[in-house]
């Protein structure tokens, strides 16, 4: 059981704001968290992240924006984040993008639910649920059920992916 299955959605600063008021009542709240997420310029999804409890490495198979990709993270002491950074620019690897994220994480029977604003990127619904290859079709087909049962249309991927290129070509100006 190590693919996640997730869904995301555009949602407006109203609709964040109204969710969080939604999930407080409704569900379990796991944590609030500031998050600061490092991508490296390699072939594949290599992030380094530091956030209120511990910093850690991230690596995801498959592609930036998929329903379902299998991930390992290696968790350590949150003031390693330096160290982390240290050892991938040594190796090698710049720096191709930082996030700058507010996080409300929430159960919600047994799904996981994120409530992200990102400086410079937006606001963002994202329901997460882990599953084994057998079931990753399954699960999504629930996520996409759960985000109409929210009145919350699916943003594609392609709109995503177009998000995700300009914020990458205009970070550093987007985050000031």
Known sequence: MNIEVEL???????????????????AKLLKDD??????FNCDEDL????????SKIWFKKGKLHDDHREEIEIKTERDQFEQLEKLFL???LDVDIKWFRNRHQFDWNGITV???????????????????????ETKAAILRAKLNELNIPHTPKEEFNKQYNYYKENWKELTR
């Open 90 to 92: 040594a190796m090698g």
């Open 8 to 26: 995301r959605s555009f949602i407006s600063k109203e609709k964040y704001e109204e969710l969080i008021n939604f999930f407080k009542a409704n």
């Open 34 to 39: 500031y998050q600061e997420t490092f991508y």
């Open 114 to 136: 994120c409530l992200d604003y990102t400086k410079g990127f937006g606001h963002i619904i994202e329901l997460e649920i882990m599953s084994n290859e057998e079931e990753k």
């Open 47 to 54: 992030r380094i992240q530091r956030n209120k409890f511990y």
